[in-house]
Nanobody, 115 residues
Framework: VQLVESGGGLVQPGGTLRLSCAAS????????MRWYRQAPGKEREQVAA????????DYADSVKGRFTISRDNARNTVWLQMNSLNPEDTAVYYC?????????WGQGTQVTVSS
């Protein structure tokens, strides 16, 4: 099982990034997908979630209206489009797959928002 995040980097405040998470080794279409983030000295928090068939999505209040989660089950990929980034969005972003008692994590990708 692998979840491989990409797309992180350094961006100026107000900028955009698009994170990708490529899944392999399990039946991607059976799993809900989530993005989490963890800033230095803070607990990991859920940022966005999408169900297995991309009908329902959910967002943390801090990112509503700025971030969009999407997925393509044919490509075994989930994305997180991040707009209007601010320094408080700086964190390591993790991809998560969950179905009943099974849960998988990616290794994370660093997002730094700074001028």
């Amino acid at each position: 099982v692998q979840l491989v995040e990409s797309g992180g980097g350094l961006v100026q405040p107000g900028g955009t990034l698009r994170l990708s998470c490529a899944a392999s080794g399990f039946t991607f279409a059976d799993y809900a997908m989530r993005w989490y983030r963890q800033a230095p000295g803070k607990e990991r928090e859920q940022v966005a979630a999408i169900d297995s068939i991309a009908v329902d999505t959910d967002y943390a209040d801090s990112v509503k209206g700025r971030f969009t989660i999407s997925r393509d089950n044919a490509r075994n990929t989930v994305w997180l489009q991040m707009n209007s980034l601010n320094p408080e969005d700086t964190a390591v972003y993790y991809c998560n797959a969950i179905r009943l008692s099974r849960e998988y994590w990616g290794q994370g990708t660093q997002v730094t928002v700074s001028s």
